[in-house]
Every structure is written in C-alpha cells, then in structure tokens.
C-alpha cells in the first residue's frame, strides 16, 4: 500500500503542476517551464537517491554501443506517428488543428526559441532526464512491486498519461473543444519509452528517444506553424 500512496502521489503532483503550467495565462511565459520542470525533477531526485540505496542506478545510466541508433530509431518512429496524427486527425484545415496550434502557442514563440538555442537545449536535457529518471525509473520500479516486471511498464504509461489529464480541459479550444494531444502522446510516448526500459533494462535509449522527439516536434519540423 505504501507503494501504491507514493504512485498515486507522484500522479497528482504532475497532474497539479500540469493544469498551472498550460493556463493560457502561462503561454510562452518562463512559469509555464518553471511548472513543468521543478516538480518533475525534484521526484526525480528521490528517484535517483531511491535507485542509489536499492543498487540499481548504475544499471540505469549504463552505457552500451548502439543506444543513441536504438533512440534515434524510437523518436523516427515516434515522429512519423505524430505527423500521421496531424494529418488524419488534426490537419492544417479542420477545428482540430486548433488543438496543435493552442499546444505550441504554450511552448512560445518560434523566433524567441531560435534565438535561445543553448537555453532550450540545456532545458530540454534537465528536462527529459528528470523525466525518464522519474517515469521510466522510479514509477516502474513500485509498479514492479506492486504488480510484477511484465506489465509495470504498460501501467506506468498509462499513468504518465492519467498525470497529464488535466490538459485536456486546460488547452481546450472554444471550437475543437477538449483537447487530447497531450494525454495521447504521452500515453503512446510512454509506452514506447517504457518498453525500451523494460528490453534494455537501463534508461540511456529511452534518454535519447524522448530527448530527440521533443528536439524534433519543439524546434525542427513543428507539427503546426512555422519551425524553428
């Protein structure tokens, strides 16, 4: 039970830090980073001191060759999702690219973004360490005790998506309605990130997955509007 209560903690403290971070008051705005990231890389924090006592961190940052091919293959994969959902569900001329274009209106302005490269760079590795540490690490290791290795990775992307709930309703669009992007990519993200801990039992493949799709989406080829 005790495990249970931390999970269901580690939820609502992402759910919380969620529904203030994509307020459209926050759009473009350093709170809206600031809420994402100080919540998320504090239990990533307790993570890393949990992997350290239970002699598992080592394991978790090991290095192997072909990690950055595996994650450079997963974020190709991922990215080719993304675009065949904003063609099929959310294209350029339907209500429902407002869904895209009111999630990239909260990541801010493309020419701001280019011209802080190095910042988005170094806030997009804190970031995606704290959450793969804290998703793909410490979430899985008390599912495994609560419900065993084979499934704890599917139940830890179903709960990455339940934490990020509470952006439906906050990236809403008066025409389109609820918006799903977040919820959906994080529960398909997170499947696919936490399979690839469970296969290679360490968190480096998943570490450039995510850190390259995020590059990707954020910076390179935007799903909506002009990139970066």
């Given amino acids: 039970m005790?495990?249970?209560?931390?999970?269901?903690g580690i939820v609502l403290t992402i759910a919380v830090a969620s529904h203030f971070a994509f307020e459209v008051s926050r759009a473009g705005t350093p709170g809206f980073y600031l809420f994402m990231a100080v919540p998320t890389v504090i239990l990533a924090v307790v993570g890393l001191l949990r992997a350290k006592d239970d002699g598992v961190l080592k394991s978790w940052i090991s290095v192997r060759s072909g990690d950055f091919t595996r994650g450079f293959a997963a974020a190709a994969v991922l990215f080719g999702a993304a675009f065949l959902f904003m063609k099929t569900v959310a294209p350029p001329e339907s209500d429902q690219a407002s869904w895209l274009a009111r999630l990239y209106l909260q990541v801010g302005d493309p020419t701001m973004l280019r011209k802080s490269v190095p910042f988005v760079v170094a806030a997009m590795v804190v970031m995606v360490i704290a959450e793969e540490l804290l998703w793909r690490g410490l979430v899985i290791s008390l599912l495994e005790e609560v419900i065993g290795s084979s499934r704890a990775?599917?139940?830890a992307a179903v709960l990455y998506a339940l934490a990020h709930a509470p952006t439906i309703w906050a990236l809403r669009d008066p025409v389109a309605g609820l918006n799903p992007v977040i919820v959906i990519a994080a529960l398909g993200c997170g499947l696919v990130w936490g399979g690839m801990a469970r296969k290679f039992e360490r968190l480096l493949p998943s570490v450039f997955s995510h850190f390259l799709f995020d590059w990707v989406v954020i910076m390179m080829f935007r799903l909506w509007g002009p990139s970066v």
């Fill in 153 to 155: 990775w599917v139940w």
């Fill in 2 to 8: 005790r495990n249970v209560a931390y999970l269901a």
